[in-house]
């Protein structure tokens, strides 16, 4: 198998990835500094994560109101402010591609995919939570891309399933 231009798999180097997730707090400049620190320990690449606040916060808890960073604000504004969208992804991805560095995305709704696919990822990654969203599954793998599966919150029989689901063509 092959992410961009990497064979991945027994007898070839592994593929050492950065996680950014939303550790960049909504800042462009800190995640382009993180970038920057991941192609400079050698990194392959850096992941990020993509949600759509409105479809992965419960609705019951978008007015709750939560310690921040920025001080005191409802759940759903702080997911809306550390989530990035067209500019700064489009920033991102020249950014990586100056710096020779591969990104990609734990999409955490199906919106969030569509919105990926824009960059051409060189994969996409599903959180072990995401495994029994099937639908969510489905849209990554249908992209024709290599799609990592992690399982470490996940049962047996919820990784059988999964993989049942998706073949085991470009699944890692």
């Not at 992941?47 to 005191?72: A, H, L, M, S």
């Not at 029989?157 to 049942?164: A, G």
Request: charged share 30%.
């Amino acid at each position: 198998m092959k992410i961009a231009h990497r064979e991945i798999g027994p007898n070839h180097p592994p593929l050492v990835i950065a996680e950014i997730g939303i550790n960049h707090n909504g800042s462009l400049d800190l995640a382009k500094k993180m970038i920057d620190g991941a192609a400079q320990a050698g990194c392959d690449a850096v992941k990020f994560q993509k949600r759509t606040p409105e479809k992965c916060v419960p609705k019951d808890q978008w007015n709750i109101e939560r310690d921040t960073p920025w001080g005191r604000m409802t759940y759903i504004d702080y997911r809306h402010k550390v989530e990035f969208g067209e500019k700064e992804y489009a920033a991102i991805d020249a950014y990586c591609k100056e710096r020779g560095i591969l990104w990609f995305a734990s999409c955490w709704d199906e919106e969030s995919v569509d919105f990926l696919e824009r960059y051409s990822p060189p994969c996409y990654k599903a959180a072990s939570a995401s495994l029994t969203d099937h639908d969510l599954l489905k849209a990554m793998k249908k992209t024709g891309r290599p799609l990592m599966i992690s399982t470490g919150m996940s049962s047996w029989e919820e990784i059988t399933t999964t993989v049942e689901l998706l073949g085991t063509d470009n699944l890692l």
